[in-house]
């Protein structure tokens, strides 16, 4: 999988909207831009995923580049409940079943502040 | 419909033991994949397993470390001879679709393994 790019934390007011940012600049056009989060002490949890329109579903919403090097995930207001690690991943959608597995990198920790 | 099952929960185990965790997909999956987190480090992927098969072990430890995922039952994962090291949180996850650009991935709440 190509790699991505994130900031290593963000801070956010609660209440406020986040916008967290994934640069993938080699990204490949057969490639998913996924996200997944982390809560403390929790397994990851699947958030959105998208190919190249902005996606939107009840936990944030997708917002993807133009020319797909980069892409935001926006949490469109943010709750305590929202601090966890913020993953950024890409997937091909023709792998051979050994590449089906996620490769997480280190992902940007989240901070919401009351 | 219930999520990825994992127990336990959390393990004590001493040097030289054996560590048995366990997996159950969520229903209807048939995909499952165990990955670990040592302490203040990412996630790494250990092994992919479809029934009665592994798909892919390129993360797993090339001894003491080994994975079934039987026809009946949940997925097991055996770490042998224990040592300190192996203190992690192991974490499984199911899925159901086949194309992999589309796949989520369902995570269970994970196993803390400690060894003393």
């Known amino acids: 999988d190509a790699k991505t790019t994130q900031p290593n934390s963000m801070e956010s007011n609660e209440e406020e909207p986040v916008h967290l940012p994934c640069n993938h600049s080699?990204?490949?056009?057969?490639?998913?831009i996924h996200w997944y989060r982390q809560l403390p002490s929790q397994g990851p949890e699947y958030v959105i995923h998208?190919?190249?329109s902005n996606v939107n579903n009840r936990m944030a919403s997708l917002a993807i580049a133009e020319d797909r090097k980069s892409s935001t995930l926006i949490l469109h207001r943010a709750t305590l409940r929202d601090a966890a690690v913020y993953y950024c991943i890409l997937r091909d959608l023709i792998s051979s079943g050994s590449a089906r597995q996620l490769t997480f990198g280190s992902g940007t920790q989240l901070t919401v502040l009351p | 419909n219930a999520g990825v099952m994992q127990n336990p929960r959390h393990l004590v185990r001493r040097r030289g033991q054996e560590a048995r965790l366990r997996c159950s997909p969520m229903k209807g999956h048939s995909h499952v994949y165990w990955y670990r987190q040592l302490p203040e480090e990412g996630l790494k992927f250990m092994v992919y397993?479809?029934?009665?098969?592994?798909?892919?072990e390129s993360g797993m430890p090339k001894e003491r470390f080994s994975a079934e995922f039987p026809k009946e039952g949940p997925s097991i994962l055996r770490i042998q001879q224990v040592v300190r090291g192996d203190s992690a949180a192991y974490f499984c996850a199911s899925s159901l679709r086949t194309s992999s650009g589309t796949d989520t991935q369902y995570f269970g709440p994970g196993t803390r393994l400690t060894v003393l």
């Open positions: 080699t990204i490949s056009g057969t490639d998913y």
């Open positions: 998208g190919l190249t």
């Open positions: 397993l479809q029934k009665e098969n592994i798909i892919d």
